[in-house]
T-cell receptor, first 115, second 114 residues
Framework: AQSVTQLGSHVSVSEGALVLLRCNYSSSVPPYLFWYVQYPNQGLQLLLKYTSAATLVKGINGFEAEFKKSETSFHLTKPSAHMSDAAEYFCAVSDRRSNDYKLSFGAGTTVTVRA | KAGVTQTPRYLIKTRGQQVTLSCSPISGHRSVSWYQQTPGQGLQFLFEYFSETQRNKGNFPGRFSGRQFSNSRSEMNVSTLELGDSALYLC?????????????FGPGTRLTVL
């Protein structure tokens, strides 16, 4: 079964500082990997997804993530945090063998941005 | 282009009742997936419908059911509500349901069971 672990339920960063959110997956076959953001009282918005050979994935709003098979990781980064980045972030996986959107989500990481 | 819409946005029910939630996908999208989000269990996949057929199912009891209409609109039903069913229910749509497409989420329906 596919699963993901997000290290750290809360992350606090200063405005302008690096944002680093950690995600590790557990799967015998490298899965498809996703990062979503959720703002209060809203649904999920896709930031980026890893589905092909390119291990460095660039997403929206300046976010990017790197797939590292040797570390079973897919950490999300943004060089310079904005106040608008305060939200909850979810890492998710789906089975590469089925190619569908039956997603398994991590527990989420809440990001707060200090002025 | 209109996004995914869910109705109602908020709902309060009592234990034992049943509830029906509605999801209208983006025009042209034929796949609709449903998720439950709770503080304790997080985000969990309920089921996915494509062209009126349930194509995928998560690990939920039979009290949770759904359907999809010919216009791709989907409904999910929860019968004999329990306190633990209080959650944000999210639906998402994509053209085919394959990860090569982008999946878009609606704002959710917040269900409170008293």
């Amino acid at each position: 079964a596919q699963s993901v672990t997000q290290l750290g339920s809360h992350v606090s960063v200063s405005e302008g500082a690096l944002v680093l959110l950690r995600c590790n997956y557990s799967s015998s076959v490298p899965p498809y990997l996703f990062w979503y953001v959720q703002y209060p009282n809203q649904g999920l918005q896709l930031l980026l997804k890893y589905t092909s050979a390119a291990t460095l994935v660039k997403g929206i709003n300046g976010f990017e993530a790197e797939f590292k098979k040797s570390e079973t990781s897919f950490h999300l980064t943004k060089p310079s945090a904005h106040m608008s980045d305060a939200a909850e972030y979810f890492c998710a996986v789906s089975d590469r063998r089925s190619n569908d959107y039956k997603l398994s989500f991590g527990a989420g990481t809440t990001v707060t941005v200090r002025a | 282009k209109a996004g995914v819409t869910q109705t109602p946005r908020y709902l309060i029910k009592t234990r034992g009742q049943q509830v029906t939630l509605s999801c209208s996908p983006i025009s042209g999208h034929r796949s609709v997936s449903w998720y439950q989000q709770t503080p304790g269990q997080g985000l969990q996949f309920l089921f996915e419908y494509f062209s009126e057929t349930q194509r995928n199912k998560g690990n939920f009891p039979g009290r949770f059911s759904g359907r999809q209409f010919s216009n791709s609109r989907s409904e999910m039903n929860v019968s004999t509500l329990e306190l633990g069913d209080s959650a944000l229910y999210l639906c998402a749509s994509s053209m085919t349901g394959w990860v090569t497409d982008t999946q878009y989420f609606g704002p959710g329906t917040r269900l409170t069971v008293l």
